[in-house]
Structure formats: structure tokens, C-alpha cells
T-cell receptor
Framework: DAGITQSPRYKITETGRQVTLMCHQT?????MFWYRQDLGHGLRLIYY???????DKGEVPDGYVVSRSKTENFPLTLESATRSQTSVYFC????????????FGQGTRLTVV | AQSVAQPEDQVNVAEGNPLTVKCTYS??????LFWYVQYPNRGLQFLLK??????LVKGSYGFEAEFNKSQTSFHLKKPSALVSDSALYFC?????????????FGDGTTLTVKP
């Protein structure tokens, strides 16, 4: 299906475990983003990518790793999950250009116990 | 650094009344401003954007936004609210410098429309 999809939609993991959230878009958008959404903090940018093999830190990158070997995929890895990383994670993509809007996935609700 | 502020955490209106969700911005250079809506358990959806030109921008679902350069505001409006408009609304500004491509979002405003 066309669009941007995230998997899994829900994930429960234990403290210290590694977990990877997947994001796939079918538009060949240049830019891809990972945000986390927490009550009282709105949306905070974790990492973003301007193109394949180009990534950059956002506002809250600590504890996260990203890669982008293909334009359409942008996985987010929590190397050693902590309870503070319990959140809803959104992936988004957009075309190149400052006048372009972002398209968001449905989100992944991650709980670290 | 570019930023947006949404001064109201919550806006309550009665169905059929006009609604306004406020946003102010701080940018260096020309602003590229966006409004998004988030329904429960969903991702954000694009509503409208201001790039240049007319100060009144029309978007999806009957929403519009008024850009005011002197007041550095970009308020979201709708002439007649519907119960189905109840959602979380985000204002965003797109970076135009070396970090061009990423956006900064406000903290969001929860709109509740009561029947």
C-alpha cells in the first residue's frame, strides 16, 4: 500500500533490551524523521535524514540510533531501552523543500518495563 | 533558532460557533508555517500551510489560517465548529537554514467542541 507505515504498532520491552522500530515510505521522499510524543512535551525530534546515508541528530537523540541505507526505510533502534523511553514514536517523511508538508505514520506505542 | 508557541493548552467551543486556535512564531527570515491535526491514536495529518502570498490560507475540512507578520502569528480558524473537529492541533515552522528540512512543532492545543 502507498504511504508511510510503522511497525510494530505496539511494543512492550524490558529495560536493557535492544528494540528496533521500523518505518517504510513508498513516495521516495527525500526527508524522513523520527519524533517522540510525550504528554506535556508535544513532539520532539529524535533524528532525521535528508537522504539515504545522511542522518543528523534532532533535539533528543541520546539512547537512539538510526540508519538509512535505502531511501524508503528509516529504522530507529533503542540500543538499551530505559523506562524514560516509554513513549509514542512517530515516523514522518517529506519531499525536499521548505514549503513541503510532512506525512506521518500511525505511530508506535512503546512501553519499557 | 526558529520556534512556535501555542499559548493555550485547551480550547473549548460550542458546536456551530467559530473557533480559533492560536500560534505565534519566531523565525529569522521568511516563515514557512504549517498546521497539523491529530485524532486519537492516529498520526498527525496536514491541514494547511503558509508559504507566501495571501495572508488568509484555506485548508482541509473547512479550516483556514490567518498569517499576521506584524504580530508574528498564524492562528487557525473555522467559522462554524463541528463536534468531529475535536482533536489535538499542532502548529509547526520549517527550518530554512543549514537544518532545512526539519520542522519545529508547538506543544499542541486540544480542541474540544461540545454539542
Amino acid at each position: 500500500d502507498a504511504g508511510i507505515t510503522q511497525s510494530p504498532r505496539y511494543k512492550i520491552t524490558e529495560t536493557g533490551r535492544q528494540v528496533t522500530l521500523m518505518c517504510h515510505q513508498t513516495w521516495s521522499h527525500s526527508y524522513m524523521f523520527w519524533y517522540r510524543q510525550d504528554l506535556g512535551h508535544g513532539l520532539r525530534l529524535i533524528y532525521y535524514s535528508a537522504a539515504a546515508d545522511i542522518t543528523d541528530k534532532g533535539e533528543v537523540p541520546d539512547g537512539y540510533v538510526v540508519s538509512r541505507s535505502k531511501t524508503e526505510n528509516f529504522p530507529l533502534t533503542l540500543e538499551s531501552a530505559t523506562r524514560s523511553q516509554t513513549s509514542v514514536y512517530f515516523c514522518a517523511s517529506s519531499q525536499q523543500g521548505v514549503n513541503t508538508e510532512a506525512f506521518f505514520g500511525q505511530g508506535t506505542r512503546l512501553t519499557v518495563v | 533558532a526558529q520556534s512556535v508557541a501555542q499559548p493555550e493548552d485547551q480550547v473549548n467551543v460550542a458546536e456551530g460557533n467559530p473557533l480559533t486556535v492560536k500560534c505565534t512564531y519566531s523565525v529569522s527570515g521568511n516563515p514557512y508555517l504549517f498546521w497539523y491535526v491529530q485524532y486519537p491514536n492516529r498520526g498527525l495529518q496536514f491541514l494547511l500551510k503558509y508559504i507566501t502570498g495571501d495572508n488568509l490560507v484555506k485548508g482541509s475540512y473547512g479550516f483556514e489560517a490567518e498569517f499576521n507578520k506584524s504580530q508574528t502569528s498564524f492562528h487557525l480558524k473555522k467559522p462554524s465548529a463541528l463536534v468531529s473537529d475535536s482533536a489535538l492541533y499542532f502548529c509547526a515552522v520549517r527550518d530554512i537554514g543549514t537544518n532545512a528540512g526539519k520542522s519545529t512543532f508547538g506543544d499542541g492545543t486540544t480542541l474540544t467542541v461540545k454539542p
